[in-house]
């Protein structure tokens, strides 16, 4: 991310310091409102493809589902480009941590029912 002096190519609101993302100049409030717009559209239909969900109860289902979206939201845009739900291989229950493994295409994680990954 870089700073620039401009203005916001979502809102037109003149900014000190934004962020570039994809070539555009967006301010944090746009770049906050863009993202959460992506968690809330972000629904079971976007994973039931990957390897491994129907193997997970309803339960587990819902863990992924809700700490893969804090997850996402914890990154940058282009952080987060390596991570949508069309990168995840594999989720698998671990029995031993009591976590969903979550395998994207360049790297893994537990992700674990109170809400946190590692
Ligand atoms: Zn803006």
Known sequence: MKMNNENCTVCGEYLIAGSIIDEKIICHECLTE???GLMNSLNKSDVS???GYFSLTEEQRNLF???YKKHL???GTVM???FMP???KEVKYDDTEKTVNVYFESDWFH???DNTWY
Do not use: C, F, K, P
Request: hydrophobic share 30%.
């Open 80 to 82: 987060r480009q390596n």
């Open 49 to 51: 493809h990957v390897d």
């Open 73 to 75: 939201s914890g990154m």
């Open 34 to 36: 863009e993202q959460q």
């Open 111 to 113: 992700y674990a029912s």
């Open 65 to 67: 589902l809700t700490v």
């Open 86 to 88: 069309q990168q995840i």
